[in-house]
């Protein structure tokens, strides 16, 4: 169906077209020319009224005399803005070279049009729909490869970001084999696991049978029944990640852990026993590593704030709950983890020692055999309210575990999913490693400046529409297959959920059918 022409192209990316009379063009359409043998497709990002000396020098542009004259009876005339987005010659689809001719017809692609759009035909991960007028068909997808090198989820509150993370969850338990990829999930608001009045939770996948045991959910205050962090078992580093430590204390710390090994924290507290029972400090074995005693016991004091976390912190010398979260995921499953009801220090310690084993676990494995390395799955950290750890103000204090995560992590199969729906509070340099976007409406002018100039694209011409971008509309932006981000609807949760559970369902009653009719027979 056509629906206008060309006026105007501007090589190597703009595109005007106005609008045929009766016809339809909106924001967002992707459009079809055909030109110079070729096709072409476009992408509407803005419309204007053209005054009346820019609708005079149109008409006088037009062959088509009838058209210009229905024009010329206008108050004004549309003219559409779009990009190239690049042009065909049979099933060869590739970055403009050329650009259409003046007057060439501009047309609605048919469905056989757009297949040219999805190179994500091979990848594994559906997660929505192509977002074109009239074509509800052509699936968009992600590649696991993509998790290496992190994906941002950035939106305004109610865009749908944790539809879009649960989304992502659910391909990859129903589309990937078990062991393709491990998910940790820092679920601040318990909704991943729980869902809310609006939104359906992997809970409801643990009915299903396939699903039930690659799900593995913590909830530390509602159970008592699971490993705990073994205190003495902790990183210096680690340590220095969830307690504010001076560099005094850091050095302190690091020298007992140097000479007592894993014996580090009873030394810890028979050093305080002492000066209890009225050693003196100069008598002590820490007095002759150098350590001042005001120094040792601000660094008890902060330490026996991690012994106070009794439901999640041991002194028993032992793996626990590190060690059994890395198995799941090198199995392949789905941790979450519920941070609704931890308080700030509990918080830091769950997410900062969980994240930091994952990586040091296959840091060490890279050196002793990096073939081991290969076969791992893939590992993926989903991180609400990323700024709070990879904020531009908060970095200034000195580098995390989620900072490394996003410099290093490729080389470990280890990637993360940042979600923040404040991107203007990113580190910069951070923001631009972060290599795929699911961008679901901003509104804020920072926010979006943020994204387009971290963007591995030009996203610049898509300002407007990031900023009216209703619920569950996203541009997805790819780190090199595409060459511009892809219009997507991304799919419901709570669709997916329900569907599957009636196909299942289904599935039971039609073995306990064929089992009836065994027995009958």
């Not at 996948?205 to 530390?220: C, G, K, P, V």
């Not at 159970?223 to 307690?243: A, F, T, V």
Request: glycine fraction near 6%; aromatic fraction near 6%; include cysteine.
């Amino acid at each position: 169906m056509r629906v206008g022409f060309i006026v105007n192209a501007e090589f190597p990316s703009t595109v005007r077209v106005v609008r045929d009379r009766n016809a339809q063009i909106e924001v967002g359409d992707i459009l079809k020319v055909e030109s110079n043998g070729k096709t072409y497709l476009i992408r509407i990002y803005n419309v204007r009224h053209e005054r009346e000396a820019n609708k005079a020098v149109i008409r006088g542009l037009m062959k088509d005399r009838e058209e210009a004259k229905a024009i010329a009876a206008r108050e004004s005339s549309e003219v559409f803005e779009g990009v190239l987005l690049g042009e065909s010659i049979g099933n060869s689809f590739k970055l403009p070279r050329t650009i259409p001719k003046i007057y060439s017809p501009v047309y609605l692609p048919s469905e056989e049009d757009l297949k040219a759009l999805n190179l994500t035909l091979n990848f594994e991960i559906p997660i929505g729909t192509l977002r074109a007028r009239g074509i509800e068909n052509i699936e968009v997808k992600l590649s696991k490869t993509q998790f290496a090198t992190h994906l941002g989820v950035y939106a305004m509150t109610g865009k749908g970001k944790t539809n879009a993370v649960l989304v992502i969850l659910y391909s990859i338990l129903t589309k990937l084999p078990e062991g393709d990829v491990g998910v940790l999930v820092l679920d601040v608001h318990n909704e991943y696991y729980e869902g809310s009045s609006k939104i359906a939770g992997l809970k409801h996948l643990e009915s299903l049978e396939d699903y039930r045991n690659r799900i593995i959910h913590y909830d530390f205050k509602k159970s008592d029944i699971h490993k705990k962090i073994s205190l003495p078992k902790l990183y210096p580093s680690e340590i220095r990640s969830i307690l504010e430590l001076t560099e005094a204390q850091y050095e302190a710390l690091l020298a007992f852990k140097q000479n007592y090994g894993d014996k580090w924290f009873e030394a810890v507290e028979n050093h305080r026993e002492q000066i209890s029972s009225g050693t003196k400090w100069s008598e002590t074995d820490a007095h002759k590593l150098g350590i001042k005693i005001g120094c040792f016991l601000a660094l008890y004091r902060k330490l026996s704030l991690l012994k106070s976390c009794e439901k999640l912190v041991t002194t028993n010398i032992e793996e626990g709950l590190p060690k059994e979260v890395v198995e799941h995921l090198d199995k392949g499953r789905i941790v979450i983890v519920n941070l609704n009801n931890l308080n700030d220090l509990e918080e830091r310690l769950i997410v900062n020692v969980l994240s930091s084993r994952i990586l040091s676990d296959r840091e060490k494995l890279q050196s002793i055999n990096p073939q081991a390395l290969t076969e791992k799955p893939y590992c993926l950290i989903v991180l609400e309210e990323a700024h709070k750890v990879l904020g531009e103000a908060v970095l200034k204090k000195g580098e995390n575990i989620f900072s490394r995560i996003v410099r290093e992590g490729r080389k470990f199969k280890v990637g993360l999913v940042a979600i923040a729906q404040m991107p203007r509070l990113l580190d910069p340099t951070i923001a631009s490693q972060i290599q795929t976007s699911i961008i679901l409406g901003l509104s804020h002018k920072l926010d979006r400046k943020v994204v387009e100039e971290s963007s591995t694209q030009d996203l610049s011409v898509y300002d407007s529409e990031i900023q009216v971008l209703e619920r569950g509309e996203a541009l997805v932006v790819y780190p090199s297959e595409l060459s511009f981000p892809l219009p997507v609807k991304i799919y419901d949760f709570n669709k997916l959920v329900e569907n599957l559970v009636k196909e299942t369902e289904e599935k039971l009653r039609g073995k306990e059918d064929d089992g009836l009719v065994e027995v009958m027979i």
